[in-house]
């Protein structure tokens, strides 16, 4: 079983729309969570971390939850720029880092 | 954050040969990281590259196929040996940042094999 699974998509969403990706993750064990950005053709950067608590950045909101084994991200408000592959990461041991292989979203005018 | 810096950013190679992928950071790290991503895929960690001890290899990479050197504590390489079409990929070094446990991606080395 992978440590990390995504739907890999294609999500096509229109601007203003709301759209969420959800990831699950193998090992309960697991303490560190985030959701990465990449762009075509570019390196994946820290999106934001997910907290056991929730948080939210803006239009972003990315939840926890341990007892099912996943992680949500959540976007309101589409931007044509939000369009990227939305990486799935958790951080079991505190060492490596296991990624999912990505969920592809385009944001449609 | 850190800046990572990457030799070459890209390059085609002959099948047989080898490329050796600088990796260079702004600030010294204990650990950097080599990943790959192939086509359509997420990242795969293949080794972490300790100053002053041997890489620490993932399951399905050994030294010999991608021998790592880690001099000092900003700077890493990466060999890709004997490379065949199936190392056609983009392999990306990372550091981690352990005040807020995330990490930072160099911009990768796109290679294709022929």
């Known amino acids: 079983r992978k440590e990390v699974e995504q739907d890999p998509g294609p999500f096509n969403v229109p601007e203003g729309a709301t759209v969420a990706f959800n990831c699950t993750y193998s090992?309960?064990?697991?303490?560190?969570f985030f959701w990465y950005r990449q762009d075509c053709r570019k390196e994946p950067k820290l999106l934001m971390s997910v907290y056991s608590s929730g948080n939210e950045d803006g239009r972003f909101t990315a939840q926890l939850n341990r007892a099912s084994q996943y992680i949500s991200l959540l976007i309101r408000d589409s931007k044509l720029s939000d369009s990227a592959t939305y990486l799935c990461v958790v951080n079991p041991l505190g060492n490596q880092f296991y990624f999912g292989t990505g969920t592809s979203l385009t944001v449609i005018p | 954050s850190a800046v990572i810096s990457q030799k070459p950013s890209r390059d085609i190679c002959q099948r047989g040969t080898s490329l050796t992928i600088q990796c260079q950071v702004d600030s010294q790290v204990t650990m950097m990281f080599w990943y790959r991503q192939q086509p359509g895929q997420s990242l795969t960690l293949i080794a972490t590259a300790n100053q002053g001890s041997e890489a620490t290899y993932e399951s399905g990479f050994v030294i010999d196929k991608f021998p790592i050197s880690r001099p000092n504590l900003t700077f890493s390489t990466l060999t890709v040996s004997n490379m065949s079409p199936e190392d056609s990929s983009i392999y990306l070094c990372s550091v981690e940042d352990y005040t807020y446990n995330e990490q930072f991606f160099g911009p990768g080395t796109r290679l294709t094999v022929l």
């Open positions: 090992n309960s064990a697991s303490q560190s």
